[in-house]
Antibody, heavy 116, light 109 residues
Framework: EVQLVESGGGLVQPGGSLRLSCAAS????????MHWVRQAPGKGLVWVSCIESDGRSSKYADFVKGRFSISRDNAKNMLYLQMNSLRAEDTAVYYC?????????WGQGTLVTVSS | QSALTQPRSVSGSPGQSVTISCTGT?????????VSWYQQHPGKAPKLMIY???ERPSGVPDRFSGSKSGNTASLTISGLQADDEADYYC?????????FGGGTKLTVL
């Protein structure tokens, strides 16, 4: 069974940093592009970033370029999102998702709250 | 990187059909056949309903169908059921990024 479990969310002050993790199991992690998607409270889904299966290439939404960094450890079946210079508008549930003909598998999300 | 445009809300009675549109540009929806649709019930993770414009993942009822014309993709739900009431999001590949629509709330009357 495919499982994606996010962790690392929490309360952080504006300007602070946080690293999100996504533990993958039940499939060959190293074969799939992976994504981070976020959803602010009461708002819609917003694509954040993705990384290719071998970790050599990544893409970012403009609003996180230079602040967020996506990475993966295929030996540990882990996906990461390093978030720096956090702003109040980054407050959201962050989901990791597996790319296979769309995004058929999602984690349960981890809540990031940026507030003083 | 502007969000794709979806109607804020649509509604229909049980048994009826509804169509949700998703309008982008030639750089996203119109440029690639990589449009997907997601259903999200309150407090739940999104569920993939359609990928590659019109393909249905296994387990998704054939009441759900997708299409595209130019820069606009559409999701049609026929034979509306109460459980179809949810938020629906389109998503498109755009070359150097992906982009979601703003979401559409479907109400089953």
């Amino acid at each position: 069974e495919v499982q994606l479990v996010e962790s690392g969310g929490g309360l952080v002050q504006p300007g602070g940093s946080l690293r999100l993790s996504c533990a993958a199991s039940g499939f060959t992690f190293s074969s799939h592009r992976m994504h981070w998607v976020r959803q602010a409270p009461g708002k819609g889904l917003v694509w954040v970033s993705c990384i290719e299966s071998d970790g050599r290439s990544s893409k970012y939404a403009d609003f996180v370029k230079g602040r967020f960094s996506i990475s993966r450890d295929n030996a540990k079946n882990m996906l990461y999102l390093q978030m720096n210079s956090l702003r109040a508008e980054d407050t959201a549930v962050y989901y990791c998702a597996r790319d296979t003909n769309g995004l058929p598998y999602w984690g349960q999300g981890t809540l990031v709250t940026v507030s003083s | 990187q502007s969000a794709l445009t979806q109607p804020r809300s649509v509604s229909g009675s049980p048994g009826q059909s509804v169509t949700i549109s998703c309008t982008g540009t030639s750089s996203d929806v119109g440029g690639y056949n990589y449009v997907s649709w997601y259903q999200q019930h309150p407090g739940k993770a999104p569920k993939l309903m359609i990928y590659d414009v019109s393909e249905r993942p296994s387990g998704v009822p054939d009441r759900f169908s997708g299409s595209k014309s130019g820069n606009t993709a559409s999701l049609t739900i026929s034979g509306l059921q109460a459980d179809d009431e949810a938020d629906y999001y389109c998503c498109s590949y755009a070359g150097t990024y992906f982009v979601f629509g703003g979401g559409t709330k479907l109400t089953v009357l």
